[in-house]
DNA sequence: GCAAGGAACCGCCAAA
DNA sequence: CTTTTGGCGGTTCCTT
C-alpha cells in the first residue's frame, strides 16, 4: 500500500562523501532514491516525488571519486538543511575519513537530528568514530569487519548480513548492498509495491538471499597460496564425497591429529565445523537459484540425507530448509 | 524426541 | 633445549 499522504514535502536524503569516497557506493543508493522519486512522476502513482537527493562535503565542489569515473558537484555540508535520510559512503579513503575530526563531529552532531542513518560499505568506520554503533548490531564489508569490531568494540559486528538494522542506525556490506539497503529503506517508506517496481527498473532483488561470509569465505580460501587453498578448492568440488577428518587428512598427507591441528590453526575452525559451513553454503545457493528438491540437494551438498541438512540449517540458522526456500521464492 | 553408537575434538605425552 | 609431529584416552557433539 502507498502510504503517501498528497501534500508530503519530498524527504532529503543526502550522502556525506569524502575524497576518495567510492562511485558506487555513492551513485548506487542515489540512484534508487532518484528513481524512486521519478517513478512517482512517471505513474502518477504517487502525488508528488517522495525524496529529493544532494550530496554533501566538507567543502563545497566536484568530490574526485577512487574509481575515476567521474566529478560530482556536492555542497558545503555547513549548508544543509534538514536532513531525513543521512547516507554515509564508503571507500577507499574511509580509514583516513574516519580520522577526520571535523567530518566525524559532524556525523555525531546530526545524528540526533536525522531520522534515519545509513553507512555503505566501510562508511561503517566513520559511523563508529562518530560513536553510533555502541552496543549497536551494524555490518560492512566483509574484509572490514575485523577493523570495525577493532574500531569500536562494543558494537557488535555481524559479517554474513548483506545489510543490518539496529534501531535508526543502518549499515550495509560492500558495494552493492549499499542498493540493497537503499531498497530497503524505500520499502519502509513507500510500501512493497513501489520498491518491487524500482528494483525491477534496476533488474535488483527486492531482497537479496543470501549472505556476504559466504562469498568472503570462499574468496578467503581462493587467495591463500598453500595446500589448505587448494584443499578448500577440492572441497567444494567434492561436497558429496564423505570429508571426514581421515580422508581429508590422508589427502594432505598427514595424520589425523596433525591435520586436524593444522587445519584449525589456518583456517580458524575446526575441519568438520568448516566442511559443514561449505555444504551449507552450497545448498543455500542452491535453494537461492531456485531449487526445490530438498531430498536432492541435501546429497549434492554431501548432507547425505533431508534429515541432516534440516538439523545444520536449524543449528546454524536457526530455520528449516523450507522456511528458508520460502523466504527466497516469494 | 530419545537412546545408542560413532566421529570429532582436545589435552597430554612421547618421539623425532 | 625447542619445535614439530603422531598417538592415546576422555569428553563432547552428531548421526542413526
Excluded at 96 to 101: I, L, S
Excluded at 197 to 211: F, N, S
Amino acid at each position: 500500500m502507498i502510504r503517501e499522504s498528497a501534500t508530503a514535502k519530498p524527504r532529503p536524503v543526502v550522502m556525506l562523501v569524502y575524497p576518495d569516497a567510492q562511485i558506487l557506493d555513492v551513485a548506487g543508493p542515489l540512484e534508487v532514491f532518484a528513481r524512486t522519486a521519478r517513478y512517482a512522476t512517471d505513474t502518477g502513482l504517487l502525488p508528488g516525488p517522495p525524496y529529493s537527493v544532494e550530496m554533501v562535503a566538507r567543502t563545497a565542489g566536484p568530490v574526485v571519486m577512487s574509481s575515476g569515473l567521474g566529478l560530482v558537484a556536492s555542497r558545503p555540508f555547513g549548508d544543509v538543511g534538514e536532513i531525513d535520510t543521512l547516507l554515509i559512503a564508503g571507500g577507499i579513503g574511509a580509514i583516513e575519513a574516519a580520522r577526520d575530526r571535523e567530518l566525524v563531529g559532524w556525523i555525531a552532531e546530526r545524528a540526533p537530528g536525522v531520522r534515519r542513518i545509513a553507512s555503505i560499505c566501510t562508511g561503517a568506520l566513520l559511523l563508529a568514530s562518530a560513536g553510533l554503533l555502541r552496543e549497536r548490531k551494524a555490518t560492512t564489508h566483509w574484509a572490514y569487519c575485523d577493523r570495525l569490531a577493532a574500531a569500536e568494540p562494543g558494537c557488535n559486528v555481524d559479517r554474513d548480513a548483506i545489510f543490518v538494522r539496529d534501531g535508526k542506525v543502518y549499515s550495509s556490506a560492500g558495494v552493492t548492498s549499499g542498493m540493497d539497503l537503499a531498497l530497503a529503506l524505500v520499502e519502509e517508506d513507500l510500501g512493497s509495491a513501489v520498491a518491487l517496481a524500482v528494483a525491477q527498473e534496476l533488474v535488483l532483488y527486492v531482497k537479496r538471499p543470501g549472505g556476504q561470509a559466504q562469498f568472503s569465505r570462499h574468496l578467503k580460501a581462493q587467495q591463500r597460496d598453500d595446500a589448505f587453498g587448494a584443499l578448500h578448492l577440492w572441497m567444494i568440488e567434492n561436497l558429496d564425497e564423505p570429508l571426514d577428518v581421515g580422508q581429508l587428512a590422508a589427502r594432505m598427507g598427514m595424520s589425523p591429529r596433525h591435520f586436524a591441528r593444522r587445519f584449525a590453526a589456518a583456517m580458524g575452525q575446526t575441519p568438520a565445523a568448516y566442511v559443514a559451513q561449505l555444504r551449507l553454503d552450497h545448498c543455500r545457493r542452491r535453494f537461492e537459484q531456485g531449487a526445490r528438491n530438498l531430498k536432492q540437494v541435501a546429497r549434492e551438498g554431501g548432507f547425505g540425507t533431508e534429515q541432516n541438512m534440516r538439523r545444520t540449517f536449524q543449528r546454524t540458522l536457526g530455520i528449516t530448509p523450507t522456511d528458508y526456500l520460502d523466504r527466497f521464492t516469494r
